[in-house]
């Protein structure tokens, strides 16, 4: 049966019957979302011994790694652990990936990784495939609702990891979340991202060599490192001035940033887009977004050939498949993780994992408000980042007033500050990680996540080279 209209009392409506869905499967833990988060999630579960199901709207997997060719992990290599240091291995074994204090990837590469470790994991894989529901059996969620070219159908489970970026199945059951900053609900900017080809290298670097009060002081930032083919370069600002004066630039753009940049290849992944003021769990806002974004990137890429050394004669080689989005709902768990926390480095018994990420305390991080890159961000233009690892407490994975259900990724229990860190995709992994673990021990025992234990949680952690606390680190680089 199809929708009908129904013109009742003179007013449309569509009503759509009462219908009987096919399970088209019922496994152990089901991954909604397969970015960095989803796809560590899914490889942990089934590692622990899970029957795995992992759905995923696009046609690939690696989220912002790959379809968002966000291809720098911002995060040393030393730092990396778990399924995470699992995945950059298998990359540098293929020439994909270059370790070093950030980590760049080949993103094409990333998605043929992606996918051959997933089927050796023996992950069912459903691509193509958008959440449509969840279905409930009382107040434990027991599985979704999904729709592809096969139609509607339901997908069942004992535990279900949110990976999906947004929280949308946390919301969709009703479990507390925020969205954006704490007091106006603003959020971040996104970004489409796109890699120019034939660009002069040489003649670039030597332009930033030559000119250093055009860049960023941050060494993180602004890093020409040939050992380990880490070249990322942040400023430009008189140029930006120069084309903005000449009305080529849009106004909230201050800066010119190229990272993942290749020698070899003569390529450079541009992040500079911003568009302001739009929220990525509004269906309009992100074709605006998109929109916006194919805006910028036809100016970028005009001022790069007139203004920036090396780019005169830079093409396009590709774009994003989607928009960035670096900020939507949250969580709203037991405990909110706050940026106290990460800066005093706090111990909590029930962490699941460490991240390392720099930052300046107190920053911008992609303020909302605009103004990234300019003259008053003393953050980009004027410090250097810190690098801290923390701990991540497992009470921040778990939605309140729901069992059966485990968020992972950026929609982790934190408020915005702490977001400036946690929504990093090493971290994303990490909570991945977490989350499909403790999914696979609590369908093996047949309890709800949060009644596992803690101490059985971290020690399957372990096994997978998972640290769990800071001392972990300390204790490893002292081993090694």
């Known amino acids: ?17 009462a219908r009987t869905l096919p399970v088209a499967y019922d496994v152990d ?29 696009g046609n690939g997997l690696g989220g912002t790694a790959t379809a968002g060719m966000m291809s720098l992990f911002y995060t040393p290599y030393r730092c990396a652990h778990g399924i995470a240091k699992d995945i950059f291995d298998r990359l540098i074994a293929v020439g994909g990936a270059y370790p070093g204090e950030v980590i760049s990837v080949d993103h094409e590469a990333f998605k043929t990784v992606a996918l051959e470790m997933v089927g050796e994991a023996g992950v069912e894989l459903l691509l193509h495939t958008i959440c449509a529901d969840v279905v409930m059996d009382g107040h434990r969620i027991a599985g979704l609702v999904v729709e592809n ?17 947004d929280a949308d199945v946390a919301a969709r059951v009703g479990a507390p979340v925020t969205i954006g900053r704490d007091g106006d609900n603003k959020m971040r900017p996104m970004s489409l991202l796109f890699r120019l080809g034939n660009v002069d290298v040489d003649a670039m670097l030597d332009y930033v060599r030559e000119n250093p009060d055009e860049f960023s002081r941050d060494p993180n930032n602004q890093m020409i490192d040939l050992e380990t083919g880490n070249i990322r370069i942040f400023g430009f600002f008189g140029l930006v001035e120069a084309a903005k004066a000449e009305g080529l630039l849009y106004e909230d753009c201050h800066y010119f940033r190229v990272e993942a940049v290749n020698r070899e290849r003569g390529s450079a992944l541009v992040n500079t887009v911003r568009i302001y003021g739009v929220d990525g769990t509004n269906s309009a806002d992100v074709t605006r977004a998109e929109v916006e974004g194919r805006r910028q990137q036809k100016l970028l890429v005009e001022f790069a050939r ?16 989607h928009i960035g989005v670096r900020e939507t709902r949250r969580l709203v768990s037991s405990y909110v993780l706050t940026e106290e926390d990460i800066i005093d480095r706090r111990h909590f018994e029930d962490s699941i994992g460490i991240d390392s990420n720099r930052q300046n ?21 004027e410090t250097v980042a810190q690098l801290f690892t923390y701990e991540i407490p497992y009470r921040c994975l778990l939605p309140q007033n729901v069992a059966g259900l485990l968020v992972a990724g950026r929609a982790i229990s934190a408020n915005h500050a702490a977001d400036g860190y946690t929504r990093n995709q090493p971290a994303c992994m990490v909570t991945g990680q977490a989350a499909g673990t403790a999914a696979a021990l609590a369908a ?17 952690l372990r096994r997978m080279n998972a640290l769990i606390h800071i001392d972990d680190l300390a204790e490893r680089t002292v081993v090694a």
């Open 1 to 17: 049966m199809t929708a009908q209209i129904d013109r009742t009392n003179n007013r449309s409506e569509v009503v759509e019957p």
């Open 29 to 57: 833990v089901i991954v909604l979302g397969g970015g960095v988060a989803g796809l560590a999630a899914a490889l942990a579960a089934s590692r622990s011994g899970a029957k795995v199901l992992l759905v995923e709207r």
């Open 149 to 165: 070219k096969n139609g509607r159908s339901a997908v069942l489970a004992k535990v279900v990891v949110d990976a999906s970026g």
């Open 306 to 321: 007139r203004f920036v050394p090396g780019f005169a004669d830079a093409y396009v080689m590709d774009t994003a498949s």
């Open 361 to 381: 305390p107190k920053g911008m991080r992609h303020s909302p408000d605009g103004k990234e890159g300019s003259a008053v961000d003393w953050e980009t233009r």
């Open 444 to 460: 093996a025992a047949n309890i709800a996540p949060e009644n596992i234990e803690i101490a059985a949680l971290q020690a399957q």
